[in-house]
Structure formats: C-alpha cells, structure tokens
C-alpha cells in the first residue's frame, strides 16, 4: 500500500483579520509539505484537508506543521485507497 496520509487542519477560534493576513504571508513564503497530492480547503471558511504521499523527513513535515500553529489546529491519520483496501478487507471478512 501506498503511504497516504490525511490530515485535516482548522483555524483557531478567534482569529482576527490580521492574524489571517499574517497566515497568508506565512503560506506565501513557507507553503505546504513536501509530497501534497490534493489540498482543499473548506468554503464554511473554518479549514481544509490535505492528501500527502510521502516517506519524506517527518523533521521537515514537522516543521512545517510548527509554522502553522499559532493559527491552526491540525490532526493527520494514515489512510489508503478502497482499491488497496479491498483486498485486505475481502482476506479478513470476505
């Protein structure tokens, strides 16, 4: 299976206009993770989900991940597609 991580982010309660502007300086000039595959954002405003595959540096992952603290709330789970869960599902139950 290929290594494919969820991680789903949401903006600090309280955030005024300045600190998002101060958020988006700090996109514009650090970015995202290495191995981003997809990265939506969600239009209630409150968040976004990234898709990462990587085996990169989790020292880099992780710092990137500090960076975007002081606004963000953030929480990563290891996921997979159906098509190479499907077969270790049908082995289990099937």
Do not use: N
């Amino acid at each position: 299976m290929k290594s494919l991580y969820m991680t789903t982010y949401r903006y600090r309660e309280g955030l005024r206009e300045d600190d998002l502007r101060d958020l988006t300086k700090r996109f514009l000039e650090v970015g995202t993770s290495e191995g981003v595959v997809s990265h939506y954002e969600r239009l209630d405003g409150r968040g976004g989900y990234l898709i990462t595959e990587t085996d990169a540096d989790s020292a880099k992952t992780y710092e990137v991940t500090l960076r975007y603290a002081p606004w963000m709330d953030f929480e990563t789970v290891p996921i997979t597609t159906l098509e190479d869960a499907f077969p270790v599902i049908q082995r289990v139950y099937g």
